[in-house]
């Protein structure tokens, strides 16, 4: 038997000037990508060869150009093309959180895997693996024959979803069956960082959702979460059941409904992870605090959500304290292209000037410093991504305990080989600040305390705050639906 591969990720945050070009993008093809999708090993075991078609992850960034998109979406398709005559099934990773420069579906994963089943018809089996941080269409749902979400965030289970899913499409293999996954979406729309599987109501739901699954009627069920960073008709949360059998369609439909009403009566319960503070408030308690090591996260300038990692609002805080209570802090990191390569030819323990911040508004504000270059390093990528991205300047700022790491790309720093690849020792610091929402696990496990810090920015955590003209209404935060009725539909008030 014969499976084609593909990966495709981009969360893309509107909020950000700027298009996301194929550059951004870490591409594979043949064994790199195979040996990328976690699944080889499932496969190879079971007599099924792998081919490979394009692997294409561009982080979180902007609104994907069309360009870009075109030369991704061409290479699945052509793939697919191809070999359609030999293949039994494909295996894909889709985000769910792309925006394309005038697309009219919006999400590219939604116009890909819809192009897709127009080459395969509708019974060639397709298995998606998909973050919960994506957003989601009957109809998009409804080609997939098997979709499924990590259950966690931060994404402990990714190599572990990727097998769930490896494990299930090899069986329906053997075992043929033509499935549909079965879709409903929910009247309200979540950030990440109010959603953590460490927090209630995440716990309880995901306590759920295993229970579901005991049953052998049901192959498969996620809770989508949803992405909030751009505008679009399909934005909000949503529930996936997936039948072992079509014969148990009505039961899949009917733990659909039980969900959805569970979902409902847990929504108040999503509140902000951990420590969440103003931005005063969150620098004075870092500082005063007595505990040795101390994660701050710059949440309105969240790299792990497209947001670009450029802000020196929450520096310049901590720039402007007259004491530090012998605290030594480091900001991890700032990405300024122009300033970085004004300074990467200069050498270690060289001193000069430099101003950080590309002055478009408050947040980013230029900032001129007087700082050390103390070492250089490497720029990875998080989820365990080895691959070079770049280089790292660690600056160290003259009369001041802190050091600065500048990049030249957005990249979030939240796992220890990232710092190791830096260079950085992450023990030698008190306070380290992250441009992140919610904490890493890592970065978690390092600390003895952490805070979110509310800035402002590209990813405002909060929700009600955030204008959006296409979704579907009323929805929650934005409304006010004093009543939701087993049908879909609501009471509201004024």
């Known amino acids: 038997m014969k499976v084609l591969m593909g990966h495709f990720t981009l969360e893309s945050n509107e909020h950000v000037e700027g298009l996301t070009e194929l550059d951004s993008f870490n591409l594979k093809f043949g064994e790199s990508l195979v040996k990328s999708m976690y699944v080889e090993e499932i496969f190879r ?15 979180t960034a902007k609104v994907l150009s069309k360009e870009a998109y075109h030369y991704i979406h061409t290479k699945f398709l052509r793939a697919i093309k191809e070999h359609l005559r030999e293949l039994d099934g494909i295996y894909l990773f889709l985000h769910g959180a792309s925006k394309v420069e005038g697309l009219s579906e919006g ?14 018809g509708p019974y060639l089996p397709i298995c998606v693996v998909m973050d919960p941080h994506g957003n989601l269409t009957n109809e998009y749902v409804s080609q997939m024959t098997l979709g499924r979400c990590y259950r966690y965030s931060p994404h402990t289970d990714i190599k572990e979803t ?3 899913v490896a494990q299930k499409m090899i069986d329906l293999l053997k075992n043929k069956k033509s499935l549909v996954s079965q879709y409903r979406k929910l009247p309200f729309v979540l950030g990440g960082e109010r959603s953590v599987s460490k927090d209630e109501p995440m716990i309880a739901i995901n306590r759920k959702l295993d229970e579901i699954e005991k049953d052998p009627r049901i192959l498969s069920v996620s809770f989508h979460v949803g992405y909030l960073r751009h505008d679009n008709y399909a934005a909000g949360s949503g529930l996936i059941v997936v039948p072992s059998d079509m014969r148990y369609e009505t039961f899949a439909n009917q733990v659909l409904e039980d969900l959805y009403e569970f979902l409902l009566s847990k929504y108040k319960e999503f509140d902000y992870h951990g420590n969440a503070l103003e931005v005063e408030e969150s620098v004075e308690e870092s500082i005063k605090r007595k505990e040795q090591h101390i994660i701050v996260t710059d949440s309105g300038d969240n790299a792990t959500s497209g947001a670009t990692g450029e802000n020196t609002y929450l520096l310049n805080q ?10 030594k802090i480091l900001f991890a990191g700032i990405t300024d292209e122009k300033a970085f390569y004004s300074i990467s030819h200069r050498s270690e323990q060289e001193e000069f000037t430099i101003e950080l911040g590309n002055g478009k ?20 990528q998080i ?24 990049i030249s790309k957005s990249v979030s720093l939240a796992e220890y080989h990232q710092f190791e690849a830096a260079n950085i020792q992450l023990t030698d610091y008190n306070i380290v600040i992250v441009k992140q ?6 970065l978690n496990e390092f600390c003895d305390y952490a805070i979110m810090s509310l800035t402002e920015g590209p990813t405002n955590q909060k929700t009600e705050n955030i204008f959006f003209r296409q979704i579907k209404r009323p929805m ?19």
């Open 383 to 406: 989820f365990g991504d080895t691959d070079n991205y770049g280089e790292t300047i660690t600056l160290t700022v003259k009369n001041k305990p802190i050091d600065i790491m500048l």
């Open 162 to 164: 990727h097998e769930i």
């Open 107 to 120: 999400s590219g994963e939604r116009q890909l895997l819809k192009d897709i089943r127009k080459l395969t």
């Open 476 to 494: 929650l935060p934005f409304d006010n639906i004093n009543n939701f009725k087993k049908d879909g539909n609501y009471e509201c008030t004024d």
């Open 318 to 327: 901590y720039l402007n304290l007259d004491q530090y209570y012998d605290k």
């Open 45 to 59: 075991k079971n007599n099924i060869d792998i081919i490979p078609a394009i692997y294409a992850d561009g982080h």
């Open 437 to 442: 929402g919610y904490i890493f696990p890592e």
């Open 361 to 380: 508004n408050n947040l980013s504000q230029k900032t001129p410093l007087t700082v050390q270059l103390k070492q250089k390093g490497s720029l990875q």
